[in-house]
């Protein structure tokens, strides 16, 4: 999740644990604990130049549910030694430190962009995608109860306040896998129609809301993509159809950095070849043709293809127009002569 959302659960979890006395340093104590983990950018990106390991480092070590107990449990011995609030009231200032380190991870995994929860065990990261990486409606509940939390100081209120906005943003999590659920029940007759009942697929809720989402699964030359807004879609969900050049994908499958990728994003990629290059799109994150991480991995060579150190290409995205569209498509329905044509039927799933 993004910054801001990370630093009021945070907040919010440690004040909420924390003597009332105590009540704006662990706000800010919360704050920073919560913030720590995302620090991970600065020496990943002076260990390495590369795009790949850089997407693929970010959220490991510093997201782990094996590393970061004992690190707020050294933390909490260093406070604790120096005396001051730490001192006065330790095992709650333990939990306050716990809560607001291990919640950062666990909140990052409702995202699509994949937690390595178990580093150094190297599972596929975790992708639950039930909310988008910025989402108001949680984040609204959270940054309202820190601030009432903030002027009320010791007084009464201020409790109440951080537990409500605890709780409607945790609800909000628990509808977000309930609306992720009722996507995924209508995919699944009109992918099985496609004769895709079984292919590996994910939904991903569509920016800044859990209103309108984006179902994509994979055919055996490409990928299908379609969306399904619960506040006005009634009918069955249609797709699209996208190739893939499966032959470029599987000239360049063997390389480091391909095996890094398809193993980071649970192998959602396409393939296509620009200027005489090898770009891998990742599926998860945007949608038909903007996407967040292209990267080339091979250039021609002749008849064949060369490896090439990975490159991330930044393509436009034109948000002035799509989230206006976005917005509209929450709340109407296209109709059967609307822009989402069927997509070809495909009969077994299949990689990029």
Same mark, same amino acid.
């Given at each position: 999740?993004?910054? @801001?959302?990370?630093?009021?659960?945070?907040?919010?979890?440690?004040?909420?644990?924390?003597? /009332? &006395?105590?009540?704006?340093?662990?706000?800010?104590? $919360?704050?920073?604990?919560?913030?720590?983990?995302?620090?991970?950018?600065? #020496?990943?990106? @002076?260990?390495?130049?590369?795009?790949? %390991?850089?997407?693929?480092?970010?959220?490991?070590?510093?997201?782990?549910?094996?590393?970061?107990?004992?690190?707020?449990?050294?933390?909490?011995?260093?406070?604790?030694?120096?005396?001051?609030?730490?001192? &006065?009231?330790?095992?709650?200032?333990?939990?306050?430190?716990?809560?607001?380190?291990?919640?950062?991870?666990?909140?990052?995994?409702? =995202?699509?962009? $994949? =937690?390595?929860?178990?580093?150094?065990?190297?599972?596929?990261?975790?992708?639950?995608?039930?909310?988008?990486?910025?989402?108001?409606?949680? =984040?609204? +509940? @959270?940054? *309202?109860?820190?601030?009432?939390? +903030?002027?009320?100081? %010791? !007084?009464?209120?201020?409790?109440?306040?951080?537990?409500?906005?605890?709780?409607?943003?945790?609800?909000?999590? $628990?509808?977000?896998?309930?609306?992720?659920?009722?996507?995924?029940?209508?995919? %699944?007759?009109?992918?099985?129609?496609?004769?895709?009942?079984?292919?590996?697929?994910?939904?991903?809720?569509?920016?800044?809301? *859990?209103?309108?989402?984006?179902?994509?699964?994979?055919? /055996?030359?490409?990928?299908?993509?379609? %969306?399904?807004?619960?506040?006005?879609?009634?009918? /069955?969900?249609?797709?699209?159809?996208?190739?893939?050049?499966?032959?470029?994908?599987?000239?360049?499958?063997?390389?480091?950095?391909?095996?890094?990728?398809?193993?980071?994003?649970?192998?959602?990629?396409?393939?296509?070849?620009?200027?005489?290059?090898?770009?891998?799109?990742?599926? !998860?994150?945007?949608?038909?043709?903007?996407?967040?991480? !292209?990267?080339?991995?091979?250039?021609?060579?002749?008849?064949?293809?060369?490896?090439? #150190?990975?490159? &991330?290409?930044?393509?436009?995205?034109?948000?002035?127009?799509? @989230? #206006?569209?976005?917005?509209?498509?929450? +709340? !109407?329905?296209?109709? #059967?002569?609307?822009? &989402?044509?069927?997509?070809?039927?495909?009969?077994?799933?299949?990689?990029?």
């Amino acid at each position: 999740m993004d910054s @801001l959302t990370q630093i009021v659960l945070g907040a919010a979890l440690s004040a909420a644990i924390a003597p /009332p &006395q105590h009540r704006r340093a662990a706000l800010l104590a $919360g704050a920073a604990l919560a913030t720590l983990p995302d620090l991970d950018v600065i #020496p990943v990106n @002076l260990l390495t130049a590369d795009p790949v %390991e850089r997407m693929t480092w970010h959220r490991s070590l510093s997201h782990s549910l094996l590393v970061l107990p004992w690190l707020g449990w050294l933390i909490w011995a260093l406070f604790r030694r120096r005396g001051g609030r730490v001192a &006065q009231a330790p095992r709650r200032w333990f939990w306050a430190m716990q809560a607001a380190l291990l919640t950062h991870p666990v909140l990052d995994a409702f =995202t699509v962009y $994949g =937690t390595q929860l178990w580093w150094p065990l190297q599972p596929p990261p975790a992708m639950w995608s039930s909310v988008f990486i910025i989402d108001p409606l949680y =984040t609204a +509940w @959270l940054a *309202i109860a820190c601030l009432w939390a +903030w002027f009320a100081r %010791e !007084r009464r209120s201020a409790q109440p306040a951080l537990l409500l906005g605890l709780a409607v943003s945790t609800l909000y999590l $628990g509808g977000s896998l309930w609306a992720k659920h009722r996507v995924e029940r209508a995919a %699944e007759p009109a992918l099985a129609e496609l004769g895709l009942r079984d292919a590996p697929r994910f939904s991903v809720p569509m920016p800044f809301n *859990i209103l309108l989402w984006r179902v994509v699964a994979m055919t /055996p030359d490409g990928f299908v993509e379609g %969306e399904r807004s619960l506040a006005a879609d009634r009918g /069955p969900m249609r797709f699209r159809f996208y190739p893939s050049d499966t032959a470029a994908f599987a000239a360049v499958a063997d390389y480091p950095a391909v095996r890094r990728l398809r193993w980071f994003n649970h192998g959602f990629m396409k393939a296509e070849q620009r200027d005489g290059q090898v770009v891998l799109t990742d599926l !998860r994150m945007g949608a038909e043709p903007d996407y967040s991480f !292209r990267f080339v991995v091979a250039q021609r060579d002749g008849e064949g293809w060369r490896e090439v #150190p990975p490159q &991330q290409l930044k393509w436009p995205w034109d948000a002035a127009r799509k @989230l #206006p569209a976005m917005w509209t498509r929450i +709340w !109407r329905e296209p109709g #059967p002569a609307g822009t &989402q044509a069927q997509a070809r039927p495909a009969t077994a799933a299949g990689a990029s």
